[in-house]
């Protein structure tokens, strides 16, 4: 399951990343001042909810980091200070998920809102439950920015793990697509599995067993109210979020006759080859806001309607409804019994 990566320069964001690397330099004895030195983002702010910041800013303070520690631990003291409470709601709807499979879908799903700097998906395979990430970071191809970035969400994931289950919950291995780095050593200690570098692809894996284990704070209405919270704030970053955004309202503007790319063009007064790029440039592509709207409204029919899948199929602009039905695995990681069991049980 994929998410697809914001606007990179886009402000809205609270500055809880920022706030935490700072924090770790300044035990280095570098000051602030210096940490946020050329990002644009103001000292006196990196502690207020209500201040915006954007992927771009914090990509430039880890530059800054970079530049100015000789700790190669600091991206891992970062990802170890970045507690799912720092997340707002998307870390207690984190918390409070009925399962470990939900909050591994759910992670992906509402990732948009945690300042995120790569892309990230998850999957099941060979008794593995694997996170992966594909893109090595929105606009940067630093690699020692990207190095440090893995490093970062590596041990954010233990981070996180171990604050949903209230005790350690250490991966089984860990899989890293660049070379080993001179002090590779401590990697191992942060995150407490073995590390395999020169890997095909950037990968964390975790025994499938704790899919199926229950959150230490797992609360049905809770998990309930918290998600539609996030659905609610993930819609309002789609309606701010520039090309991508107009695209997706328009898509949702008649669910079941959605228009082609060349008709969303001409609708927004240029050409396909144009709003491919602007869609590009954001990060995204007009079939992944597409797979998107269809994925929202294939939820929220299955969840509220009594509808058969072949009736969803025909009303989301499937050919077949069996394709509906593997897009809908895919989406959920369930089919459409199980996922409709799962919620008339809740």
């Not at 073995?194 to 998990?223: M, N």
Request: contains cysteine; proline residues 5%.
């Amino acid at each position: 399951m994929r998410n697809r990566p914001p606007t990179y320069n886009e402000r809205i964001y609270a500055p809880y990343k920022i706030a935490a690397l700072v924090e770790v330099l300044a035990g280095q004895g570098i000051p602030p001042s210096r940490s946020l030195q050329g990002t644009g983002v103001d000292e006196d702010r990196i502690y207020d909810a209500t201040a915006l910041t954007s992927i771009r800013q914090y990509v430039e303070v880890c530059g800054n980091a970079l530049a100015l520690s000789a700790d190669p631990a600091t991206p891992f003291l970062t990802g170890s200070r970045l507690h799912l409470s720092a997340y707002g709601m998307y870390g207690y709807a984190l918390m409070s998920c009925l399962q470990m499979r939900d909050y591994f879908l759910l992670g992906v799903k509402y990732h948009s809102l945690a300042t995120p700097t790569l892309t990230i998906e998850w999957s099941e395979r060979d008794g593995k439950a694997v996170w992966t990430f594909p893109d090595a970071i929105v606009c940067n191809e630093s690699p020692d920015i990207r190095r440090f970035l893995i490093e970062q969400q590596y041990t954010q994931h233990v981070t996180h793990l171990q604050d949903v289950f209230g005790r350690p919950c250490f991966p089984v291995k860990a899989c890293f697509s660049y070379a080993a780095p001179a002090y590779a050593e401590i990697y191992e200690r942060f995150l407490g599995c073995p590390c395999e570098f020169g890997h095909a692809q950037c990968e964390l894996h975790y025994d499938a067993a704790i899919l199926d284990q229950r959150p230490l704070l797992a609360h049905r209405l809770t998990a309930t109210v918290l998600q539609q919270t996030c659905e609610g704030l993930i819609s309002n970053a789609r309606t701010l979020s520039g090309m991508a955004g107009e695209v997706y309202q328009r898509l949702l503007r008649r669910p079941g006759e959605f228009p082609g790319m060349e008709t969303i063009a001409a609708q927004l007064g240029m050409t396909s080859r144009n709003l491919r790029r602007y869609l590009s440039a954001e990060g995204t592509s007009f079939s992944a806001i597409l797979d998107d709207v269809r994925s929202s409204l294939a939820v929220e029919y299955v969840r509220t309607t009594e509808m058969n899948g072949d009736d969803i199929a025909l009303l989301l602009g499937f050919s077949e409804p069996t394709n509906f039905r593997r897009a809908f695995k895919r989406w959920t990681g369930r089919t459409t019994r199980e996922y409709r069991a799962a919620a008339d049980s809740g």
